[in-house]
């Protein structure tokens, strides 16, 4: 059985950063940077969690989860 979370990628997700973060918050930043992401654009592969999901949600206008 598996978990509802996961995806065709076992259970990973793409996340991609496409909006700059100037003139967001030092917080906003920090979020960016945690996900190990350093330049616009850039894609980075992370577990399919709830707390990674949640992590994207709190900067959504920054980050997006694409297939």
């Given at each position: ?10 259970g ?5 950063y496409y909006r700059?973060s ?9 979020i960016?940077?945690?996900l190990?992401i350093?330049?616009l654009?850039?894609s ?9 999901r ?7 206008h ?5 297939d």
């Amino acid at each position: 059985m598996a978990k509802e979370t996961e995806n065709e990628n076992g259970g990973k997700i793409k996340i991609q950063y496409y909006r700059s973060s100037i003139g967001y918050s030092k917080k906003q930043k920090t979020i960016v940077r945690s996900l190990g992401i350093t330049k616009l654009n850039q894609s980075v592969e992370r577990p399919d969690t709830p707390s990674m999901r949640g992590i994207v949600k709190k900067v959504p206008h920054l980050l997006r989860i694409i297939d």
